[in-house]
């Protein structure tokens, strides 16, 4: 996705990247799932060493939410003793002083946009303790294009593509999952790397 392809964009552009640490995106696709979508999700950690990870990150969706305490449980008994990073909407969306409770595996909360906070969970040493919360003001133009970055790999054949030209809402809608929960600002991406991305586009559908 858009989102996790930009949170990606930005650790791999971190200088201590590949010296200090690497990152693995293991992407669920809950459509494709069989009824027993648990097990499938297990399945996908099967080409990684747990005892080789000190860090594992969780998106926490809507139609994903009912997965995230089985999945931490069965990390925790099958050996991981890292850190299990929750962020995303329901965690956001969600009291602080609940979390803890709602998902007793976890050792670090992510709140709000997560480029920035994820490089810190994954820099930070393991959690003992009470679990930890990061949220952190993002500089857009700090932020790469996940497409000029190459955490999303387009070529001839990429159907269609998506373009984030801002982010946030000046508004305060409470049935709404896209509203910028801190300040309700709305952030801008610089134009000269929308231009670029624009002009990536074209050149990978002149190709056809």
Partial sequence: S?????????IQNDYRYNEHFTVQHIPFNLNEFNQNKFNDVISAFNSIQLSEIDTIALSC???SE???NPLSKWLRTNGFVGKIVLGGYQISYSSKSNLPAEYP???IFILGYAEIALL???LMDKVDGAPIFIERDVDFSLIPSPYLQKS??????????????????PYKCTFCAHRELKSNK???HTLDKLFAELSLFKSVNATK
């Fill in 2 to 10: 858009l989102a996790i392809s930009s949170m990606v964009a930005y």
């Fill in 186 to 188: 709305v952030y801008h």
């Fill in 61 to 63: 969706y809507i139609w």
């Fill in 105 to 107: 595996d976890a050792d």
């Fill in 66 to 68: 009912y997965l995230i």
């Fill in 120 to 122: 810190d969970a994954i």
């Fill in 152 to 169: 999303i790999s387009i070529d001839e054949k990429t159907p269609n593509l998506r373009i984030e030209t801002k982010r946030g809402c």
